[in-house]
């Protein structure tokens, strides 16, 4: 076996310096218990949204917390070429931070929202292997085991739970190569972040009993980051965190059922339960400090993160869909209703590039000549972009003119290594034979087309109702709210013309005047009531129908142009309608 590790080696780039006892083990592992091919190219699996959905209500609570600290370990690195994640005990991807640019890259590898990573299916990789050993790993390049991961640096620490249980992890994904001084400095980076995490649910965790921090300070710097312990009302300790074990330098196992004052010199400084400077046994002096009570907090959201909320596996095929054609230098036409997330999946397509003034360039093709001009004469110049066409089929006969003549230039995009992507709520090829969009600039734009989804037509419509109301409420640091039965009939007959973005303002709106408690008819937007709730609600109950009427209006009974506006066949609507035929 030491033989064909030896080899093994040898291919990864390692040449003789010895793998870290760590990864060797793993690759024993893959080569012995698992019976993994280095060299077999599997992408991580994805879990359906179903799937996804179920996860990550399993793991609301540290989901919740965790979100902030992804948000400042990112920050941290400053735009790096890397990923943040956080991952379950099952090794899944739950939430990510990431620069749209290198989205594309890391996709390709299959690191996804919902793609698995355990060390039995993937081989030697940061999550996995992390999980599998319960403690910090660093995987770099070549000491992936499977050839296809050979490119990336790993670095995962676990996040601990109640008697040290691993609940979780934080892991950094890095397409770009790492020494080990700088994997020392991620992954102390990723530790404080893991623990970080461990300690804001650490209280929520232990609400019925008396939880305290340790500290230099009697204000304490950061409380997120101290050393917290739980007693129960005999002063015995019930759970303490990684840190604490750490800081009394003591096994965890030992620790849960001492007697606080086992620890001390001298006993409590006031009392049991009071604040105050307490010396420990081996003569070190710190600050006890009881901590407020966690859960309830009402933090102003970050609208920011509101894109990334809501993966599921349509638009994730979409988004990799589109970074492949984008790669092999393919324009890309992306099609969708108003608020089905065009825009963000055009700016998540973002790819990597080393010149500074590089990004993602906007043309409304709305907006007035006048307006445009400026930008057009940009447009002579610019290189190392995502160039995004947004409302392609609202261009003037002039701006399609002038964009037909820019990229008639032989291999422009290749020569300035752009990327081009053109959104539009209409069918452009339709607008071609109807003779308002030329056809020389329609073929030029339209390298592959991606067409998103309109919300009413995805699977789970309802379950998909209730995660937006669950992810905006985890936003305000909220627990997923109750619907009373008048309100819940309103969203689910609901058609929702304007897609994600109509339902995350309702989620909103509703949230807001709920104050925390179960959401009623009241507290939802007055436009979507009115549309709905026009006599008896409780009558009009068949969900679906009521949706199929709706649309029915909104299209002026039409049943041709409802029929395609709700994705049906003719026949289908009527049958569901009852037979019952209706306009044209």
Known sequence: ?????????????QGALPLPRLV?????????????????????????????????????????FASPELDRLFRWLGGEECLVSLGSPEAVKLLY????????????????????????????????????????????????????????????TPILGAGGAVVGLVNITSMRPTDAEMAQTLREAVRRTAWRIE??????????????????????????????????????????????????????????????????????PAGRGAPGRIRLADGRSLFLRPMARTGGSRARPDRGRAEHLLFDETFTQALQRTSAMLAEGLPVIVKGETGTG???LARMTGRRTDRPESGVVVLNCAMPEEEAEPLLRRLDWISDALLVLDRAEDMSPELQRRLTQLLSEDDLLARRN?????????????????????????HRLNGATVALAPLRALPGLQQRLLDVLGQE?????????????????????????????????????????????????AHLPEAIVDRIAHDNLRARSQAERTRIEAALRHNGGNVSATARYLGLSRATLYRKLGGKKRGA
């Open 24 to 64: 060797e083990e793993s690759w024993r592992r893959c080569l012995e218990d698992y019976h993994l091919a280095p060299d077999v190219q599997r992408v991580a699996d994805v879990m359906t949204s179903a799937e996804l959905r179920e996860a990550h209500d399993r793991h609301e609570p540290m989901i919740r």
């Open 342 to 344: 065009k825009s963000v």
């Open 199 to 268: 300690h804001k649910t650490f209280a929520l965790r232990h609400a019925g009993l008396r939880v305290f921090s340790l500290s230099d300070t009697a204000e304490g710097d950061d409380p997120a980051a101290e050393p917290q312990l739980a007693l129960d009302d005999n002063g015995r300790i019930a759970d303490v965190t990684s840190t604490t074990a750490i800081l009394l330098q003591r096994d965890r196992a030992a620790l849960i059922g001492a007697d606080l004052d086992d620890f001390l010199q001298g006993g409590w």
């Open 1 to 13: 076996m030491r033989s064909e590790i030896e080899k093994l080696t040898q291919r990864s780039g």
């Open 97 to 156: 931070r990431c620069d749209n640019r290198f989205l594309g890259d890391l996709s390709a590898v299959g690191v996804l929202p919902g793609s698995i990573w355990d060390e039995a299916v993937q081989g030697t990789n940061g999550m996995g292997t992390c999980l599998k050993v319960g403690g910090a790993v660093s995987i770099l390049g070549g000491q992936h085991f499977s050839s296809r991961l050979a490119k990336l640096t790993c670095i995962a």
């Open 418 to 442: 752009l990327d081009l992507v053109s959104l539009s709520t209409q069918d452009l090829a339709e607008r071609v034979a109807a003779g308002s969009f030329r056809g020389d600039l329609f």
């Open 473 to 521: 409420a985890a936003m305000r640091g909220l627990a997923r709210p109750e619907i009373e039965e008048m309100a819940q009939l309103v969203l689910y007959s609901h058609h929702w013309p304007g897609n994600l973005r109509e339902l995350r303002n309702a989620a909103r709106h509703a949230l807001v005047l709920a104050g925390g408690g179960p959401i009623r008819l």
